[in-house]
């Protein structure tokens, strides 16, 4: 190591951050490049792409087609059902994060004290 170099450590790579380029992430996954630009043009999947306009594949994206492959493999789906059934478990993950929120609101407001009503004399006056 040379002198004055401190070492750095890796920044993590978040699941969508784009990593993989077509080759890469067909061999992942076991499938020929054209099937993923296939899934892409169907929808199933939207790589990113670099300002060559080259694909480049996040591990979503990698698990995307893994799911879509134990569906069509496993289970007899086609493309279709596969896009309404991943569209419909994103929306499932939505409502649950949003159905989490309410709940720590409700309870963030349930812990709260209100102040006690005014029961002055002229409270209940029209």
Partial sequence: MARGRK??????ISNDDPCYVISIAARMVG???QT??????A?????????????????????????????IEDLGVNLAG???ILRMGEQLRQVQAALEAA?????????????APYTGPDAYAD
């Fill in 7 to 12: 070492s750095e450590q890796p920044d993590e």
């Fill in 31 to 33: 499938v020929h490049q």
């Fill in 36 to 41: 993923l630009r296939y899934y892409e043009r």
């Fill in 43 to 71: 929808g199933l999947i939207e790589p990113k792409r670099t300002g060559g306009n080259i694909r480049m594949y996040s591990n979503l994206d990698i698990q995307r087609v893994r799911q879509a492959q134990r569906l």
């Fill in 82 to 84: 596969v896009d309404i």
């Fill in 103 to 115: 709940r720590r609101d409700l309870d963030r407001l349930r812990s709260t004290r209100l102040p």
